[in-house]
């Protein structure tokens, strides 16, 4: 069976702070794909980044970075110097091998609210 | 078109009637899928699809939810009977491959809020 957790539900912090949200998954599958999505209060869903299973190296795009940990089934998500424009619902998500349906299994999301 | 289409924005219905949901995938992508997001944080899995036919349906209530991607058309989502429990936003997304694919992800639409009352 396919999971993930985000265990954090609500963040706040203040302009400027870093934040990280945590997500932890669980899976059998050797090959996945890991997936953050934001939903920012519009309610459309913007994708970030996607991450595969056999790919360790992390990834930094300006003041995001992700860091993809096998050995602890964990894909956490950093913002750097937050913004208030980064206030918004955030979603980790991971996608079955290719023997899977392809659907994507999201977590709860984190709400991050980013206060001047 | 560049971006997934989901009509209408906003849906509401009395309960016990019908429900359309409409989605037209970014042109060239051969998936689509359909996803209900309740309470504004759960996303559950409905339904694929690969061209017009089913990929999976696992998701799918069986009893009162149908969908469809006929070549030429819009996908649709149909509740037939519609309960109070449906009212949540109808998320579509589509993807030009599989995952397997180098970087191939979900862009998903911007979604139907249906309200039951």
């Known amino acids: 069976a396919q999971k993930v957790t985000q265990a954090q539900t609500e963040i706040s912090v203040v302009e400027k702070e870093d934040v990280t949200l945590d997500c932890v998954y669980e899976?059998?599958?050797?090959?996945?794909?890991l997936f953050w999505y934001k939903q920012p209060p519009s309610g459309e869903l913007v994708f970030l980044i996607r991450?595969?299973?056999?790919?360790?190296q992390n990834e930094i795009s300006g003041r995001y970075s992700w860091n993809f940990q096998k050995s602890t089934s964990s894909f956490n998500f950093t913002i750097t110097a937050s913004q208030v424009v980064d206030s918004a619902v955030y979603f980790c998500?991971?996608?079955?091998?290719?023997?899977?349906?392809?659907?994507?299994?999201f977590g709860q999301g984190t709400r991050l609210t980013i206060n001047p | 078109g560049e971006e997934v289409a989901q009509t209408p924005k906003h849906l509401v219905r009395g309960e016990g009637q019908k429900a359309k949901l409409y989605c037209a995938p970014i042109?060239?992508?051969?998936?689509v899928f359909w996803y209900q997001q309740v309470l504004k944080n759960e996303f559950k899995f409905l339904i694929s699809?690969?061209?017009?036919?089913?990929?999976?349906e696992t998701g799918m209530p069986k009893e009162r939810f149908s969908a469809k991607c006929l070549p030429n058309s819009p996908c649709s989502l149909e509740i037939q009977a519609t309960k109070l429990e449906d009212s949540a936003v109808y998320f579509c997304?589509?993807?030009?491959?599989?995952?397997?694919?180098?970087?191939?992800?979900?862009?998903f639409g911007s979604g139907t809020q249906l309200s039951v009352l």
């Open positions: 899976t059998r599958d050797t090959t996945y794909y």
């Open positions: 042109k060239g992508h051969s998936y």
């Open positions: 997304a589509s993807s030009q491959r599989m995952f397997g694919a180098t970087n191939e992800k979900l862009f």
């Open positions: 991450r595969n299973s056999f790919d360790e």
């Open positions: 699809f690969q061209n017009e036919n089913v990929f999976d």
């Open positions: 998500a991971l996608s079955p091998s290719i023997q899977g349906a392809q659907k994507l299994v």
